[in-house]
């Protein structure tokens, strides 16, 4: 009777042991998804924030490149208006002497 009690008890252990082991097993799996998942959800985090800070890189660029746009035609501007102004102060110059020239020799 006791062999019988000990092959029992023997059993139950192994019973025991097994789910134990199935216990552990679905701990681990569970721990293992909630890790993926929370990793999942980090990444999908960096993701959005490395969007939004592209995002405003590209807008903080767009706005410094039109900046500097804006400055180069004002001063690609001021240069021509410079340059048709020394162009016709000294056409007046010529205009002025042909002008009185004219005059003074069409009106004898």
Same mark, same amino acid.
């Given at each position: 009777m006791d062999s019988l009690r000990s092959q @029992? @008890?023997? !059993?139950? +252990? +192994?019973?025991?042991? !097994?789910e134990a082991g199935r216990i552990v097993s679905a701990a /681990?799996?569970?721990?293992?998804? /909630?890790m993926k998942q929370a990793k999942d959800e980090a990444e999908k985090e960096m993701e959005e924030? /490395?969007? /939004? +800070?592209?995002?405003e890189y590209q807008t903080q660029i767009s706005g410094?490149? !039109?900046e500097a746009a804006a400055k180069r035609l004002d001063e690609?501007?001021?240069g021509r208006i410079q340059n048709l102004k020394e162009s016709s102060s000294k056409v007046s110059k010529e205009i002025v002497k042909m002008l009185i020239k004219y005059v003074t020799t069409t009106g004898a």
């Open positions: @029992g @008890g023997i !059993q139950m +252990l +192994l019973t025991a042991e !097994q /681990r799996t569970a721990k293992l998804a /909630r924030y /490395r969007s /939004r +800070l592209e995002e410094t490149e !039109q690609e501007t001021d």
